[in-house]
């Protein structure tokens, strides 16, 4: 059953495109939809775990009910009722039904606190993210150091003290607190390794004329100094 289109039952009607457009509601999709860009929205806030599948389902609801408002907003929002005059006998109901039809007036709603709300957390967004990416930079700053001190590293034999402080100033203040107690040298510097004493050749009863040594100290313990 094909029903023409009327251009004055289009214009009293309150389901007009035109009327849909300039809502609040619409004005703020189109808004959001040209500002926000999905596949970099992960990747610049660092979202992880849940977070990042709480926003892929989002985005999936956002993109399906985008398709069924597209679907809808292509089918025909007039009614003919010339033509169910013609063909249908109680025409008092289609007159009800048209009077209706125009006095109908779609609800609107003020969404401008939600509207707010969203550029709220956008720039506290933005500003975390900000604040991260300052942090990071930093951090890469100084692992770049780091590697270059690595690659450029001299023989230990050739690094002054000045240098070494410099590279590790928490020796400069271990030292003052040995100096502060009065112990003028660090510990396990005078340590030498433990020197082998030849002892007495003694048999074990293993076999038949056959000698042993007994372990000395530093075969047994060989990690064993002593100042």
Request: glycine share 4%; net charge positive.
């Amino acid at each position: 059953m094909a029903a023409s289109v009327r251009p004055e039952a289009r214009a009293g009607s309150g389901l007009a495109p035109d009327c849909a457009k300039s809502s609040p509601r619409r004005r703020f999709e189109s808004r959001a939809v040209s500002k926000l860009d999905w596949s970099k929205v992960g990747t610049q806030l660092g979202l992880r775990g849940s977070t990042a599948t709480a926003l892929a389902n989002f985005k999936k609801r956002n993109d399906d009910a985008r398709r069924r408002v597209q679907v809808l907003s292509e089918q025909p929002t007039t009614v003919d009722f010339a033509y169910y005059r013609s063909v249908l006998k109680n025409t008092a109901v289609i007159d009800e039904i048209e009077q209706y039809y125009k006095s109908f007036q779609p609800k609107t709603y003020d969404v401008s606190k939600q509207i707010k709300a969203i550029e709220s957390f956008e720039q506290v967004a933005i500003k975390n993210a900000e604040e991260t990416k300052s942090k990071v930079e930093v951090e890469l700053k100084s692992l770049e150091k780091a590697l270059n001190d690595i690659e450029g590293a001299r023989p230990w034999e050739e690094l002054t003290v000045d240098e070494i402080t410099a590279a590790a100033p928490e020796i400069d203040e271990y030292t003052a607190r040995l100096v502060k107690k009065g112990r003028w040298m660090p510990p396990g510097y005078l340590v030498r390794p433990l020197m082998r004493l030849t002892p007495p050749r003694i048999k074990i009863g293993i076999g038949a004329g056959v000698d042993a040594d007994p372990p000395c100290e530093n075969e047994r313990f060989p990690n064993l100094s002593v100042l």
